[in-house]
């Protein structure tokens, strides 16, 4: 497993040792150990699936106690995933970073805790898998306006995005309530 640092403190992006041959691949999409001594020594207790159509938005989610880290991957498709920092002490608070994951790429991100997470769809459709550190908290989860002006993330959108209802009612980082 190789980690590749990004603009955003304690995200990486990550490259799994992919064994490939004529009837197909082989990987370790996770490993504790190796995880570990890649700096990520979190445990995991919930793993989410979703499938999406072509643009599709969905985020950017986090929750303000429970707060979960994220380790997210594509199995089928293409995503644009998206990271807001929130920790208000953090080098890189406010600031966003951009990642394409994909079936083909097989790269996974890391997204701790205190980071807001979102991904638009680009493939005909998609499925997403993630591991979170904690377990969903409807009571403590929170909406980022996906097209917050002041974070000015480039969606690589033509056209309106797909939003759930959650989605169209996110807040702008200046209203949102964030990590100390």
């Known amino acids: 497993m190789k980690a590749i640092s990004t603009a955003l403190a304690d995200v990486l992006l990550l490259e799994p040792n992919v064994i490939g041959d004529d009837r197909g691949f082989f990987m370790e999409s996770y490993n504790r150990q190796k995880f570990s001594e890649l700096g990520i020594h979190e445990d995991f207790v ?3 699936h979703s499938f999406s159509v072509r643009n599709t938005l969905r ?9 979960q880290g994220k380790l997210i991957r594509v199995v089928v498709g293409e995503i644009l995933d998206v990271a807001v920092d ?9 600031r966003s970073e951009t990642f394409v994951l994909s079936g083909e790429n097989r790269r996974m991100a890391w997204i701790p805790a205190g980071f ?3 991904f638009r769809v ?6 997403v898998l ?12 929170r909406t980022l306006a ?5 974070l000015n993330i480039d969606w690589k ?15 702008n980082l200046r209203d949102a309530e964030v990590f100390d």
Do not use: C, M
């Open 146 to 150: 996906w097209n917050d002006p002041d």
């Open 59 to 67: 985020g950017l989610h986090y929750q303000v106690r429970h707060a």
């Open 46 to 48: 919930q793993d989410n």
């Open 116 to 118: 807001a997470h979102g």
């Open 122 to 127: 680009v493939s005909e459709a998609a499925q």
């Open 86 to 94: 929130l920790r208000r002490k953090s080098p890189t608070f406010g």
């Open 130 to 141: 993630y591991k979170t550190t904690d377990f969903y908290s409807p009571q403590d989860e």
């Open 157 to 171: 959108l033509a056209g309106s995005p797909i939003l759930s209802e959650k989605d169209r009612r996110g807040r």
